[in-house]
């Protein structure tokens, strides 16, 4: 199996097994249904979260020193480390994805430091930005007379993009669990997953594959 750091879903129906690896160790996560991930990230409150985002997006970059943009960064990450901590796959995304832009970063002048900076902050405001998308599609579900069915082609109908993503696939030599991520020679049965480095698209996943089962969701 391709091991690399992000989060790797097995889905078994319509539930599914999540691992975190940092590239070094593995830790799996309490198995959910795709409608109880849904529920748990709609459920949680964002005020607080958006409030301390607006207070750092309040900087004026034209006037900001160094010094005050690497207590940004800190608070950036800080705020992202500490994020929902009872479910912390969403804090190892967000973190990861910040990582990600620290690899990707240019050495050396201020500007190229102000535009990571502004980066990191996109990467916390999509979090509330994905719960109000949700938000919206989950209340059209459950406002649309009919079967589970007429929902879900009310959610589509007009919105294909909804279904124009791509999702990495693994494919593990052995049965999922946090063995996988340290095994040096294959095994069997095969298993297929899924590996996620953002949180956009883990949610994207968890909400495409809500929308396969008939699990009487509601408000």
């Known amino acids: 199996m391709f091991r690399d750091r992000g989060v790797y879903v097995f889905p078994n129906k319509d ?9 070094e160790n593995a830790v799996e996560y309490p198995s959910l249904t795709f409608a109880e991930q849904l529920v748990d990230f709609l459920e949680i409150d964002m005020f607080p979260f958006r409030k301390a985002v607006k207070n750092l ?6 006037t900001v020193d160094f010094e005050l943009l690497i207590n940004i960064f800190h608070s950036i990450y800080h ?18 994805e ?23 902050l996109e990467v916390l405001d999509l979090m509330t930005d994905m719960q109000s998308l949700l938000f919206i599609y989950a209340y059209i579900y459950c406002n649309t007379n009919g079967s589970h069915t007429d929902k879900v082609h009310n959610i589509i109908s007009g919105r294909a993009r909804i279904l124009n993503v791509r999702f990495e696939e693994v494919v593990s030599a052995a049965l999922p669990s946090t063995r996988i991520f340290y095994m040096s020679e294959f095994d069997f049965p095969f298993t297929k997953g899924y590996r996620f480095e953002t949180l956009k698209n883990y949610l994207w996943f968890v909400f495409i594959n809500f929308l396969k089962y008939d699990v009487n969701f509601s408000e």
């Open 98 to 120: 910040l990582r990600l832009l620290d690899k990707t970063a240019s050495i050396g002048t201020y500007e190229t430091a102000v535009l990571q900076k502004n980066k990191g």
């Open 15 to 23: 539930m599914m097994r999540i691992f975190a690896y940092d590239g």
């Open 79 to 96: 705020l992202a480390e500490i994020f929902c901590v009872d479910s912390p796959v969403y804090s190892f995304l967000m973190t990861n």
């Open 57 to 62: 997006k309040s900087y004026d970059d034209n």
